[in-house]
């Protein structure tokens, strides 16, 4: 085909190596998928759950982050996952976050990086909870990859996800009584006693 007949596709490829031979997958990639499009589809049909849209410069300028009300988590997630254009087919990373100075009701928040392969394009979803009713749902349904990305942000968080099926500590000891990335700590172990301060500079 000639080069000018094509459309405005790029070519994506997945390659791996057995000696002496490489082999690459090559597959069309649409490059059509905007920031509005998605925006305007999004809002058209969850408008009630999308609180806030921002491409936070500090983080990702090019990235959009849109926050929502936590019982609109799931249905989004679904949402995107099965549109036909969109395909936010992967799931890379479940995380949490604590802002102690925020209002109450936004103490704790779950980020969800999403990766739609097809288009090549990344989305960051937001949801926030207070520390006396810190719960969201669990995406293991739409995503079991999931699994252990929430059990981790609970490990370290304490952050439930509801109805998770097994959600425990992945990372740290089940006996442990706290969790360690909660901004109310000292940031070094006030009881060691195995470390002598002059070899620091203090």
Sequence with gaps: MPAKSIPSFWASAFCFIT????????????????????????????????????????????????????????????????????????????????????????EFAVVYHLHSWTNNYRLRLKTYCSRTDCSVPSAVSVFPSANWQERETYDFYGIQFAEHPDLRRILNVDEMNFFPLRKEYPLEEQTRTDKNDKMFGR
Excluded: W
């Design 19 to 106: 000696y002496p031979l490489a082999i690459c997958f090559i597959y069309p990639t649409s490059m059509s998928l905007t920031h509005d499009l998605l925006l305007a589809d999004l809002q058209q049909q969850f408008a009630a759950a999308i609180l806030q849209t921002e491409m936070p410069a500090n983080v990702a300028p090019d990235q959009l982050t849109l926050t929502l009300h936590r019982d609109g988590v799931l249905p989004i997630l679904r949402y995107l996952k099965a549109h036909a254009q969109f395909q936010f087919n992967f799931l890379t990373d479940i995380c949490g976050a604590h802002y102690p100075d925020n209002e109450p009701s936004r």
